[in-house]
């Protein structure tokens, strides 16, 4: 079987947790085999609600007090008893930052591999192969598994597109009886970090608009932040951007910052270096306007503009707003 297991972020399923619901199904129909959702976690009824939507064959119901907070001791545990009572061939995770931390514990408990960060998978060759970035995203290892125990993944954020996801309906509900005491919790949680301390969770946003060094300087931001107030967008940066000090760190997209699959995304004078290009490349609707018309950004690109951001954005905002 196939195990997927969903991510209680206050109250609503991680949204990197969905996506791997999408590789479980695509995975347990290429490999004929059941699949099984797991909600893990204290106060699991919103989360379970949403969850019997996704077709699977089961659903399983893991709830306790003690998995309130978070803690690495209490979720390795409770993992650790669901995969020696159910051995699954592959169990899924959302790469977030709670799975970074517990599910190696469970790797080295149980002794079967933890294939983290995967960027996409090949269904189609004789022994699924899975790859992921490696070298701060400069190669792209392919990786096989070939333990017999089952094996642990966990999906970059937009590896799936939620689009994809089959609604259904589980054919049975089961609880799963935990056991897990006060005792078994060594560590003490701190409060639960937020992606930003704003408030701004550019990693759920429908729209951003980001801002690169071709910006020019501080003074030219209230440009690109128009553009993001006419679309009802979020406002995001590249690196230097941040560096410079025009935008706080919690703007920032790539492989040191937030990754993000808007619907659109506006890239402003961002020439799509590859640490960049890996925290937004799951976009659904790219936008680039770059000077350089070889810049690396139209590569992925849906659309590209090629001519000077700050002549363009202004009259772009001048017309969205007489929408
Ligand atoms: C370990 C490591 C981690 C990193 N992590 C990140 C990360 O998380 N996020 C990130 O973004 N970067 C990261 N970087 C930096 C990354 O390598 C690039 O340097 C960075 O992404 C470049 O940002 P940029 O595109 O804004 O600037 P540049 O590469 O300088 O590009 C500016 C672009 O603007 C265009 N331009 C200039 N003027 C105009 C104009 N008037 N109109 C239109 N276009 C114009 C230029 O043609 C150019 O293409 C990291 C680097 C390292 C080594």
Same mark, same amino acid.
């Given at each position: 079987m196939i195990l997927v297991v969903l991510e209680n972020q206050r109250g609503k399923i991680h949204p990197f947790s969905i996506e791997s619901v999408v590789a479980g199904q695509k995975i347990a129909k290429s490999l004929n085999q059941p699949l099984s959702i797991v909600c893990v976690g204290d106060n699991i009824d919103n989360i379970h609600e949403s969850a019997k939507q996704f077709e699977c064959n089961e659903l399983i119901l893991a709830s306790?007090?003690?998995?309130k907070t978070y803690s690495a001791d209490g979720f390795s545990k409770i993992m650790i008893d669901l995969i020696k009572s159910y051995s699954p061939k592959y169990c899924i995770f959302g790469h977030s930052y709670m799975v970074r931390d517990y599910v190696p514990r469970v790797s080295a408990n149980l002794s079967i591999p933890f294939i983290s960060d995967i960027t996409s998978i090949n269904l189609s060759s004789q022994n699924i192969q899975f790859s992921k970035q490696v070298f701060n995203a400069k190669l792209l290892s392919r990786i096989e598994n070939e333990s017999t125990n089952g094996c642990l993944l966990s999906f970059q954020s937009a *590896?799936?597109?939620?689009?994809?996801l089959l609604q259904g309906a589980p054919k049975k509900v089961t609880n799963f009886e935990i056991n897990l005491n006060d005792s078994d919790i060594r560590s003490t949680t701190e409060e639960e970090f937020q992606e930003s301390s704003s408030g701004v969770d550019l990693s759920t946003a429908e729209l951003i608009v980001s801002v690169g060094r071709g910006i020019d300087n501080q003074d030219n931001i209230p440009i690109a932040e128009d553009l993001a107030k006419a679309l009802g967008a979020e406002l995001a940066s590249s690196r230097p951007v941040v560096d410079m000090g025009w935008l706080p760190p919690f703007r920032q997209i790539g492989s040191s910052g937030q990754t993000v699959s808007p619907k659109l995304y506006f890239a402003l004078?961002?020439?799509? *270096?590859i640490q960049h290009v890996v925290g937004m490349k799951g976009s659904k609707n790219i936008i680039a306007i770059n000077k350089d018309e070889e810049a690396p950004i139209f590569e992925i690109a849906d659309y590209a503009v090629i001519g000077d951001l700050l002549e363009i954005v202004p009259l772009l905002t001048e017309e969205l707003r007489k929408r």
């Open positions: 306790h007090p003690l998995l *590896a799936f597109s939620s689009d994809e004078g961002i020439s799509g *270096a």
